[in-house]
């Protein structure tokens, strides 16, 4: 602001004049000296009003600024209110899960301390586990000592059995041989009747059987030999004579015509003629040719063992027959496997 001298000592004199004052020069002076005081007064003051209007200016775009910090303060504020209670929020998740841990790893040293006496406890049974197998494995090393010296025994016997079995199949092989030949010898000595149809020979691994039909021995419901069935018997029994370590069992069969009429009081049953035919050659090799007694047997099968069809004639003449069997010897009790019992 520009202020002008002159109107202002006009403003102060002014009023003089018009009291009709006089003034001297030297109050002239004064007041004019005071007025430039007051001049620089004014001047200092307007000085002071513009400093002060600069600094209100300068403090008025600070406190705008201020604003502007305090509104971006209360904005981070705000932010860091919502941080702290989401750190808040999290801090009580992780103090349960903090207390979750500590729960568990009580119950982990709970069982970690069971587990420890359990080890112990593992630890001694273990302990008495190997003890009982360092007795066995001793048990064992004497049972395989033993087994050792049984399988060397087991090993003796077996190649003493190897060699029995051996010697038996030569002998084996020995009686096959001689039951051929007593089977050509016969089939030499009876090719007549053989081919007659009067005897038939058969011979199967190690047993022989001669079949005489009923015509050549014996007449229609009679036990007693005919002459030409003793000549026949006679050839026959010297041949079975000569076999060693055989038996040989005579078998009587008929055919299924029922014993009827006055036979029926001496052979009630096809079992009694039967029988009777088959005891009639025992006697006959025994006493005729010299067989063994002990080496001879008899058995009547009657019409239950039939050799053809009987509902043929030529069906029922075949089973009306007495069969010569060669079979193996008789076991003795003493020699059998398995028995029930002694007998008294």
Sequence with gaps: MKIHRIPLVIAIIAPLLLTNCVVSKKDYLLKEEEADKCTRNL????????????????????????????????????????????LSGQLTVQQAVNQELRTHNDRLSDILEKKEVSSKALIRETMDINKGLQGTNAQLRERLATTDTENRRMKTDLAAAESRLGELERLRGAELNKLKATYDELVGSLKGEIEAGEVEIRRMKDRLSV????????????????????????????????????????????????????LKEKFPTNWELAASRALAV?????????????KLSGAGYGEYQPAADNETAVGKAANRRIEIVLLPPYERTSEAQETTGAVE
């Design 43 to 86: 001047k200092m003051q307007v000085e002071e009003n513009r400093a002060l209007r600069e600094e209100l200016s300068t403090c008025q775009e600070d406190l705008a600024g201020s604003g502007a910090r305090v509104d971006e303060l209360t904005a981070n504020l705000a932010a860091v209110s919502g941080e702290r209670d989401d």
């Design 211 to 262: 079949n005489l039909v009923e015509k050549i021995l014996f007449d229609s419901g009679k036990a007693d030999l005919k002459s030409s069935g003793i000549e026949v018997l006679r050839k026959v029994g010297t041949q079975l004579a000569r076999i060693e370590g055989k038996r040989i069992q005579i078998e009587g069969h008929t055919d299924d015509v029922p014993i009827g009429g006055r």
């Design 282 to 294: 025992v006697h006959f090799l025994r006493d005729e040719v010299g067989i063994a007694p002990e």
